[in-house]
């Protein structure tokens, strides 16, 4: 399978491309103007528990990341008194955030959230490439629209490893095994990433010893860890800590629990992921079991989280 462009007439493009654009607008136009009337009507509307944790969670991760960054690279896994929270990323994930950083959070929210835009549309365009099935094609906008809405909402970093991935797969079909790799390691700041040369694997696009493309860059860029072992020790450690951090049975905390274990924002890069398995899948019985059963399972694990969800708003 080369980079050959899907041969479909304009017909049969339209009901796919221009809603999924559409929706990803209509979106962004939606949460960026919910995040100023929040700004707005924080006082008023802070009354009711509900609102009062819509409030409290939106732009959740950006301003995390965002306060986070004050540590300085030398104590990034300290905890942040400001947010109450510690760093979970890989250290390079710092120069990767830094632009925004220095960039009153005012405005560079904004910027990230016009980056999502424009690379979410980039990747909608481009993303024919490589999908040569309408049913992927529709697979892929659909669940890549849920994730735009969770990490929108959440100010997420999930665009920008959908973007990562993308490139990545992209530059392996064009045979460019050492772009292809320094472009998977940029995107390994979140550590799960790294299943991505095995998906290769499995899916026969790369054969064992090709691994070094992908796991020599992201060894060098780990050296940091190597040389100051305490460094790492302090990672990991609140990596143990997020996982023991919510506890209880409320319906907040089940919620949460939830949101944490299914996170529906990843969605955007899982997306790519997916598709990827997808297309190389030659039994096409197998492909649309595979095909249902993913469909099935995210839209009843999403449809659980808008019923929490629900709950919160009529009960608390």
Known sequence: MGLERLDLSEEKEKPYLPIYILTIIIITISLTSLRIIFYIFEDDLS??????????NRDLNFKTNYNLMDNGL???YEKNALVDDKALYLYFWYFIFYPFHIIPLEISIYIWDLLRLVTTIFIAIKIKRIINNNRDLIFFFLF?????FADMYLNNTNWLIQLLLYESYIQLEKKNKIFSGILFTF????????????????TKKIKGKDLLYYFLPFFLICMPYIIFPDYFSVMVSNWLQSIESTSGFSIVSLFLTSWRLIQPAQLMFVSVIIVI????IKNESEKSGIRSLLYVSVSILWVLIWLLFLGLALFL
């Open 47 to 56: 009354d009711s528990f509900f609102i009062e944790l819509l409030i409290r």
């Open 187 to 202: 995107c390994t700041f979140k550590l799960p990433l790294v299943i991505f040369p095995f998906i290769l694997i499995l």
């Open 277 to 280: 398995i997808l297309l190389n």
């Open 144 to 148: 890549s629209g849920i994730g735009y």
């Open 74 to 76: 030398l104590h990034y």
